[in-house]
């Protein structure tokens, strides 16, 4: 699958493929994946055989580019444009986030992609605060995130809204190390 990534989305990269790779171990019948970029983990979703996948953005030029991969490869996706969940109205069976996760202050522009607000947690914790309310009775939600975003918060947040959430992989890097964190609904 060759995707296309025009000018202004996101490029792929290793926090993408970890992402990917960990929602590949599930087999959802429905999925979200929030931030979509050009659409590569959803699209594989859709692809290998996930039968409501809805793939979002904040960014016009991610959908419009989303959109045309998914003619190609995965006619099935719906896309929506809006901010984190704002819309969104059911539940899926695994939610997907790979956000702006670092810590530097997002103004207008191609900072969408990457930047976390100071700390890098600005979308992490947005994230984890709502994303019970768009899981399946027994959904996952994968989120991606780095260690310059401290980890531990995330448990702790976590924790606080009355989710489980396990570290179910790692990777080191250059200057950081990346995470996926599973998180699903208690009892
Ligand atoms: C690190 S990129 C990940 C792109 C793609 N999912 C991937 O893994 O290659 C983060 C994505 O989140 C999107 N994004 C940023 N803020 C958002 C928000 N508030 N709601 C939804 N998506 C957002 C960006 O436009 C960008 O496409």
Known sequence: MELRVDPGVYEPAEDSQMILGAAMDYRPRSALELGTGCGLAAIALSKTGCQFVLATDVSIEAIRCAGNNARKYAPRLHLLLCDLFG??????????????????????????????????????????????????????????????????LSHQLAAEKGLQSTLISSRKFFFEELHVLELRQVG
């Open 87 to 152: 819309g969104i109205d059911r539940r899926f069976d695994l939610v997907l986030f790979n956000p702006p996760y670092l810590p530097v202050e997002a103004t207008a522009g191609e900072e969408v992609y990457w930047a976390g607000g100071p700390r890098g947690r600005l979308l992490i914790d947005r994230f984890i605060c709502s994303v019970d309310h768009y899981l399946s009775e027994d959904g996952r939600a994968l989120l991606l995130q780095s260690s310059l975003n401290e980890l531990e």
